[in-house]
Each structure stands twice: as structure tokens, then as C-alpha cells.
């Protein structure tokens, strides 16, 4: 079920419903074996192993296979760098998530599968920071195609969603670059029939691309866009409130940013259960 409603999102199509609820829940996980999330990240087994227990133990439909980190600025690389499935798949987390997504496509009970992954405008940063110095145009060129080669990867491996939580570019000559990034991106996920979900972590945000499915906070758009889209609720579970049913405007509820890794998760599993209209 789960996942058909997210293939009619990716389309834009499909009846309302309750959301699914798809907070991002990945270095958390590694509580239940105590290592270091780094080390969950690059183990598939073990990240399938963990993520899926999180899962289980909060009753949630959804898993992460990957969340926003270092991993794609790397297999990326600066402008002029190859970029390809291939080049990708090779980076050792992103390999370890695509494994981890196969052995979950076995899994009887059918997670919907969702890959977080760092938009255009910070892997721009990210690859300024590291020292890459041509222009913003080629850059983001660059990135969309690299973003869309690890989209590609991930949706033809099992993944059923994509997520990308960024920022709005500073330059307004920027924007429309950032837009053809996003383009490329949200053109290889809807052609797998996977939604591309934006995320933005600001205060405001003027108008949302159409480039990508709206998720916005309620500061930033209280009633929510009138096409299909999500809703980003903050990243302190505690300040979660409760989940809307059926006749819901937004198709999936995340949030803003990874949820920390050093909550109890015996305290994330109260907060699940407050929020939930069966209590």
C-alpha cells in the first residue's frame, strides 16, 4: 500500500490520505548494537540489521538507507570529475546503503525505502569548502548529474523515495541554476516512479521549485501547497505534535534534519506513541 501511494506522489496522482510517517531516523540506529553510526554507515548488514530493528521497535512503515553526510560530495567529486551509477556505487557508504536496500526488498513486511541525501546548493558548499573553484554554473551542472547518477543507483537497486534537504541559494543568479539541478535530479527519480521530496532548513522560503515535491514546515507554509506534497517537522521529538489521519493534505512527514543520535530510544518510542490518533 505504502508503496504504490508513494509511486502516485511521484506523479503527483492518488486520493489523500493519512501521511506516511517518515521522520529521519539513521545514526540513531546504531544504539542498538552500540557502534558508531560512521561504522553502521559503511556496513550493510549491519545498517539493514539496526535501522530495521529501530524500525520495528516504533511500529513505523518506513526506513532510511542513507541520510545527508559526506558521502555524496565524494563520489561526486569537483566539476570535470566522471560521474556515473557506476563511479557512484563505488563510495563505500553508498554502496553499503545499496546493499542494504536488497536485502530489505527480501524483507516480508515491505518498508517503504527512503535515501537522504544533501541537496545542490550544500554539495556546492561542501566542494567549495574541499577546494573547487569553477563556477557555479559548471558546479551545479555537475552536481545534478552526479546527484541523478546516485538517484539513479538507488531507485533501480529498491529505493522508493528520495529526499533532499538543502538550502536556498544566497545569489539570485543562482537560482535558476539550483532549479536545473533539481531538475535533473527530480527528472531520473519520477522516471523510476520515485517522488523527489525537498526539504529546505530555513526560517522562509519565497517559492518552492517546481523542480520537486514541496516539504514544507508549517512556519514556512502553514496551509501547505495545493499540489500533493509533505510536511517537515522539526528534528526535537519532542516537539512533535500529533499525526494528521485520512483526510490529510500532506502525503509524508519527516523532518527538517536527522533526528540526534544521542536520544534514548526508549524516549523516541514515548514521543512515537503521544503522537500517534490511536494513542
Known amino acids: 500500500m505504502w508503496r504504490k501511494r508513494m509511486?502516485?506522489?511521484?506523479?503527483?496522482?492518488?486520493?489523500?490520505?493519512?501521511?506516511?510517517?517518515?521522520?529521519?531516523?539513521?545514526?540513531?540506529?546504531?544504539?542498538?548494537?552500540a557502534i558508531a553510526p560512521d561504522a553502521m554507515a559503511r556496513d550493510a548488514t549491519?545498517?539493514?540489521?539496526?535501522?530495521?530493528?529501530l524500525r520495528?521497535?516504533?511500529?513505523?512503515?518506513?526506513?532510511?538507507c542513507i541520510a545527508p553526510g559526506d558521502a555524496e560530495a565524494r563520489a561526486i567529486g569537483p566539476?570535470?570529475?566522471?560521474?556515473?551509477?557506476?563511479?557512484?556505487?563505488r563510495d563505500e557508504?553508498?554502496?553499503?546503503?545499496?546493499?542494504?536496500?536488497?536485502?530489505?526488498?527480501?524483507?516480508?513486511s515491505a518498508p517503504v525505502i527512503v535515501a537522504a541525501l544533501h541537496g545542490p546548493t550544500i554539495l556546492l558548499k561542501k566542494l567549495r569548502a574541499a577546494g573547487s573553484d569553477a563556477s557555479d554554473d559548471a558546479s551545479l551542472q555537475h552536481i545534478g548529474r552526479g546527484l541523478a547518477a546516485i538517484v539513479r543507483v538507488l531507485a533501480e537497486t529498491g529505493a522508493h523515495v528520495v529526499q533532499l534537504h538543502d538550502e536556498v541559494p544566497v545569489s539570485e543568479g543562482s537560482i535558476e541554476l539550483w532549479r536545473g539541478a533539481l531538475g535533473t535530479v527530480?527528472?531520473?527519480?519520477?522516471?523510476?516512479?520515485?517522488p523527489p521530496i525537498l526539504v529546505i532548513n530555513e526560517a522562509a522560503i519565497g517559492?518552492?521549485?517546481?523542480?520537486?515535491?514541496?516539504?514544507?514546515?508549517?512556519e514556512q507554509h502553514p496551509a501547505g501547497p495545493?499540489?500533493?506534497?509533505?510536511?517537515?517537522?522539526?528534528?526535537?521529538?519532542?516537539?512533535?505534535?500529533?499525526?494528521?489521519?485520512?483526510?490529510?493534505?500532506?502525503?509524508?512527514?519527516?523532518?527538517?534534519?536527522?533526528?540526534?543520535?544521542?536520544?534514548e530510544i526508549g524516549a523516541l518510542l514515548a514521543e512515537v506513541r503521544r503522537i500517534r490518533e490511536d494513542g
Not at 19 to 25: E, K
Not at 57 to 63: K, M, P, Q, T
Not at 207 to 218: E, F, G, L, M
Open 226 to 263: 495545493s499540489r500533493p506534497h509533505g510536511r517537515a517537522w522539526s528534528a526535537e521529538p519532542s516537539q512533535w505534535s500529533r499525526l494528521p489521519g485520512e483526510t490529510a493534505a500532506e502525503r509524508i512527514v519527516t523532518t527538517v534534519a536527522e533526528v540526534r543520535g544521542d536520544i
Open 46 to 53: 549491519r545498517l539493514r540489521k539496526n535501522v530495521g530493528e
Open 56 to 64: 520495528r521497535i516504533l511500529g513505523l512503515d518506513a526506513v532510511h
Open 186 to 194: 527530480g527528472n531520473v527519480a519520477r522516471f523510476h516512479r520515485v
Open 207 to 218: 517559492h518552492w521549485p517546481a523542480q520537486a515535491i514541496p516539504c514544507p514546515t508549517h
Open 7 to 33: 509511486q502516485d506522489l511521484s506523479r503527483s496522482v492518488g486520493k489523500p490520505h493519512a501521511p506516511l510517517f517518515a521522520p529521519l531516523l539513521f545514526g540513531i540506529a546504531a544504539q542498538i548494537e
Open 93 to 108: 557508504n553508498i554502496a553499503a546503503s545499496l546493499e542494504a536496500v536488497r536485502q530489505w526488498q527480501t524483507d516480508a
Open 79 to 89: 566539476a570535470g570529475a566522471e560521474v556515473s551509477p557506476e563511479t557512484v556505487a
